[in-house]
């Protein structure tokens, strides 16, 4: 098997179709509350309007990746939306 087939038999799917197989985070896991994760940045207590998910270093997506793999919530998916208290800005 050779290719792009190759590739997908062989485990390594392109990040955005492994993510939309991920389990989500959800807001009452335990992390995430630690964390205070919520989908929705707005209702979170971020101290800056503009922190999002989608502009965090940990964030594996981009801004038009609805939920992405996040290196601090591992093996789950986050909102794109979303925000936590680690956020950290992307450079």
Known sequence: MGGAAGFVAGGFLPLKLRAAEMPRVTED??????LKYVHDATRSDRQ????????CLYFKGTQSTPWAPCNIFPGKAVNTNGWCNVW???T
């Open 88 to 90: 950290t800005k992307k």
């Open 48 to 55: 800056d309007e503009r922190q999002f998910c989608h502009n």
């Open 29 to 34: 896991d335990p992390v995430a509350q630690s």
